[in-house]
Structure formats: structure tokens, C-alpha cells
């Protein structure tokens, strides 16, 4: 069985892969929630937090933030506290367990695709995951063929990040039209990539960005 580290775990998307898949993978939680961690008083801004673990066959990075403002009433702190969530932690991750890696293992980093497509209001978190992206691309390269290292780009999707967004119906369906396949995303649609990325179906795969995003980034209707 693959031992999988999963951080970020207390998120619908992790607590939806957790459940579908924890009898295929061994998964190690990290989060601040102490409902959904193995191990407490976790901080990914603080590495004296990490446990010690055995080896691993492959990490899931999935902490993050919608923070959603006007370029003009974003502060510098406001970008570097977005940017220590989405690439410091992630830094601190991987610097970390990366000599705990295993042959034939997988990374799934999380982008946007507001990191590929212009949107308004979408300066912080932009910049942060085009970070994101081209880490992945760059690691990738870097640590082929031992460890394999891939991103996934979602749209708006029903989570606990995006309930402000879709409050009623008439929220959601808007939201839909702006997709070519009419609808947001569910966590499955997201957790059902990750685990493929984590699998041997797709031990051919590295270095990519995968948009999930029901056409959004790439079709114009």
C-alpha cells in the first residue's frame, strides 16, 4: 500500500480523497484541524512541526485560500500572507520530506486557472499559483526519472473555500454559464485527478498542469 502524505487534510477536497481511497493508500494527514491531522500542532510555516516519517511513495499539497479583492485594497501583507499558504509551505514541504522519497513517487501541487487565464480581482492568488505551476515544472525536470511531479489548475468548484461564492442557486447557476459544460465543479472531479496523478495509471506523466476546470481555460463559447 502507498503511503501517501496528505497536506492540507481538513479540506473537502482531502477529506473526499481520504474517504474514497483509503484503502488503496496509506494516507499520513497534516492540518491545523486537529479533527482531520495524525499529528498535532502542525504549522507549515514552521518546520519544527513536521514529524519524522518513514519513507514515502507520495505528497499532496492542497493548503490554500480564496482571497478575492481589487488589485488597489490589496496590501504587500495581504500578497505575502497568500504567497506563505500557496509557496512557502509548500517550499518548507518539500524541502523537507523530499530525501523521503521513494523511486517511482508522485507530487500533486495545486495552481488555478487564474494563474493561465486573465481574471479580475485574481492578482494575489495568480501570482502565487503561476509560482506554483512553475515549481512543479522545474522539479519535475529536476527529479525525473526517481519522482514524478504534476499540478492540477481547477475553476470554481463546491467546497468550503468557495461556499461565499455559491450561496444560493442563482449564484450557482451563474457561475455554471461561465463554463462551457454548464455546471461548477464537484470535490470528486478533483479528487478523482489526484488520485490518477498518485497512481501507476499515470506513471508516464510528469511536469504537467492539468486544467480542471469544465473548459473554462481553454474553449470560448
Partial sequence: MKKILLVGSSSHV???????YKNIYQFIRLSRDTLYTDYKGFNILDTFSFPDLDDLDGIVYYPGNI?????????????LEDYNIHVVGLLNILKFYEKKLNNKSSIVMFSSIASKVGMPFHS??????ASVSSLSRTLSAEWSPKVRVNTIS??????????KFLKDENMVEKMSTKHPLNRVGNVSDISSII????SEESSWI?????????GLSSIVK
Fill in 67 to 79: 482571497n478575492l479583492k481589487p488589485f488597489r485594497r490589496l496590501d504587500i501583507n495581504s500578497f
Fill in 14 to 20: 482531502a477529506v473526499n480523497l481520504f474517504e474514497r
Fill in 206 to 214: 510528469t511536469g504537467q498542469d492539468i486544467s480542471v476546470d469544465g
Fill in 154 to 163: 481547477p475553476s470554481l468548484f463546491r467546497s468550503n473555500m468557495s461556499e
Fill in 195 to 198: 488520485n490518477f496523478l498518485l
Fill in 124 to 129: 494575489s492568488v495568480a501570482m502565487c499559483k
